[in-house]
């Protein structure tokens, strides 16, 4: 935005509305501070970018992380940030997910839903996993989802989709509270006063700049910079990184941070996977492999399936064990090796190579989006139709070779040591797990170039354990809030569902206390 478009952040001469806390962004963070700040009695105001609500909380799992034990919980979380976040915001996000079966029962008054627990270890194997579990909405009565959402696709059927059955859920909690909307209307700047307390903040609504008196705090819920290209340039060496599932997540609640000061943390850190590019040029997402065994009826969460492909680079080497504790969180990173004599990246993209019994194991792709212009109708034929022009057949390793641009040499040489591996049930090179391999060895062989795609992005401003954000020298910036995926906690690793955890956790703290901020 260039600063004609984006009015001064002073004190307007007259306020177009004033309410006690306003809410910026409407997912998962956004539905949950303002319901929180409601019932702490506030007059709150919700304020969505896009012509749909749901940010990029609605095309996820919609399974909330819980714990059974705070202590172990906070070990946990505190092993995987790495020293990145200070132990008291750890320790108030173990506290908060200890807190999550009560506040769904809450939630669920509002539509009779029904929901379930069932514990889900965390992805890696540090002191305290076993703790953790899922929440989730398992049905709405009378909810109908693809009438409802018609613009979301998540990684299953609409219909069996928790994440839009939790932020509807959410979604008629403020409804029900009678809590203001306005979609179509991006925040633009926050408006502070003399002393740098932030009192409002700038948006554009129907064409026009308004100004809109926040009394006792503004909370940023606007999610990360998925979409956000030029933020990503400046924390981020690998590239091109593809977007998984929403235009909305610009970066725009980080820049209006800045603006007043905040200092910013886990810049670098985002939760990715290879995956492929859509064959449709136009089409504005990447496409995310799903978690294996959740294609294996019957099996845990944490088991080892068999995995029918590998990764190599370009040149047709082997470079990562594709089959990692948590391959949706960073199988990426392997991809980000710069050449620093062509400044290029070898593995970006990589290549995927499977044979025929490979191919016809699992579905490879899932597309997933919060996008009024797409629509995917879920099937498996139309999974199956997708995927074939995505991937590439070769009728023999000379064909491969050819196809995919690998000396026949080199790629021969590969397959012949990888079919030995399996066969030894030993990966030496890279230690994937024994279970997962399968030779690649019957005709016809399978490929197709897999780049780095971002579910979700962790860094942003700094907050304190309620929820303040803080300037930097680490101290509050007076009015102003973040939660959510807006300055996530996570620094280093990350947890499945976390993020939808911190939703909730952080939207609860940032709506409690803007509402109870003294003046």
């Given at each position: 935005?260039?600063?004609?478009q ?6 307007p ?5 004033s ?23 506030a007059?709150v105001?919700?304020?969505?970018k ?25 070990a ?7 020293d ?5 915001v ?17 939630l ?12 889900n270890?965390g ?14 909405i398992?049905?709405?009565?009378g909810f109908?989802p693809a ?5 979301v ?23 029900k509270r ?7 209307t991006?925040a633009?700047r ?13 948006a ?18 606007c ?8 933020i ?15 235009l909305?997540?610009?970066?725009d ?5 800045q603006d007043?000061g ?6 670098w850190?985002w ?14 997402f ?19 399936v068999?995995?029918?492909?590998i ?5 047709g ?9 948590y391959?949706?969180d ?5 991809m ?7 400044m290029?990246?070898l593995?970006?993209?990589s ?8 191919r ?10 919060n ?9 498996e ?10 991937v590439r057949k ?10 995919t641009?690998?000396?026949?040499g080199?790629l021969a040489?590969?397959l012949?040591d990888?079919?030995?591996a399996?066969?030894?049930?030993a ?28 579910s979700?992005?962790?860094?942003g401003?700094v ?6 954000v ?5 101290q509050p910036?007076?009015g ?11 620094g ?8 939808l ?8 703290t ?6 109870q901020?003294?003046?």
């Open positions: 935005m260039t600063p004609d984006n009015p001064s952040r002073s004190k001469g007259k306020w177009d509305a309410v006690d806390v306003v809410v910026i962004g409407l997912g998962y963070a956004g539905g949950v501070t303002a319901i929180e700040a409601h019932d702490a009695g007059e105001m919700i304020l969505e896009m012509p749909d609500p749901g940010g990029i909380s609605i095309t996820s799992g919609g399974s909330v992380r819980f714990v059974e034990d705070v202590k172990q919980g906070f946990y979380l505190k092993a995987t940030c790495a990145t976040t200070p132990d008291d750890l320790e108030a996000l173990a506290q908060g997910m200890s807190e999550m079966p009560a506040y769904f029962e809450k669920v008054q509002v539509n009779g839903a029904r929901y379930e627990k069932r514990l270890g992805n890696y194997p540090f002191p305290g996993r076993d703790t953790f579990g899922f929440i989730s398992s049905e709405v009565p109908e009438k409802t959402y018609p613009y696709s998540s990684f299953v059927p609409i219909e069996r989709a928790p994440g839009v059955r939790l932020f509807h859920t959410l979604y008629q909690n403020i409804r009678g809590i203001e909307v306005k979609l179509e991006p633009q926050l408006i502070t006063d003399s002393s740098g307390a932030v009192i409002g903040v700038t554009s609504h129907n064409g026009r700049h308004i100004a809109i008196e926040a009394r006792r705090g503004v909370v940023l819920t999610g990360g910079f998925e979409a956000g290209h030029d990503q340039r400046q924390f981020w060496q690998e590239k091109p990184v593809l977007n998984a599932a929403f909305g997540n610009t970066g609640g980080i820049r209006m941070a007043v905040a200092e910013l943390w886990h810049m850190h939760h990715g996977v290879y995956g492929f590019r859509h064959p449709d040029p136009a089409y504005p990447g496409l995310r492999p799903k978690r294996l065994p959740d294609w294996v009826p019957g099996v845990g969460a944490r088991a080892d068999k995995m029918p492909w990764i190599v680079d370009r040149a080497r082997r470079y990562m064990n594709e089959y990692p504790p391959a949706q960073t199988s990426w990173r392997h980000a090796t710069l050449d620093t004599e062509t290029s990246y593995r970006i993209p290549i995927m190579i499977m044979d025929a019994p490979g016809g194991t699992y579905p490879l792709v899932s597309p997933t989006f996008d009024r212009r797409l629509k995917f109708d879920w099937s034929a139309t999974l199956r139709a997708l995927e074939d022009r995505i070769a009728d023999s390793v000379e064909a491969l070779a050819e196809q641009g690998i000396a026949h080199v040489s590969l012949r990888w079919n030995a399996c066969a030894s049930g990966d030496e090179a890279f230690g994937r797990p024994p279970s997962s391999m399968m030779t690649i060895a019957t005709p016809p062989y399978y490929w197709a170039e897999v780049w780095p795609v971002c979700n992005t962790h860094g401003p907050h304190d354990v309620e929820q303040r803080l300037d930097g020298y680490r910036i007076p102003l809030y973040a939660a959510g995926e807006c300055g996530g906690v996570f280093h690793l990350y947890i499945g569902g976390g993020n955890a911190e939703c909730f956790v952080g939207g609860r940032a709506g409690r206390n803007a509402a901020r003294k003046l």
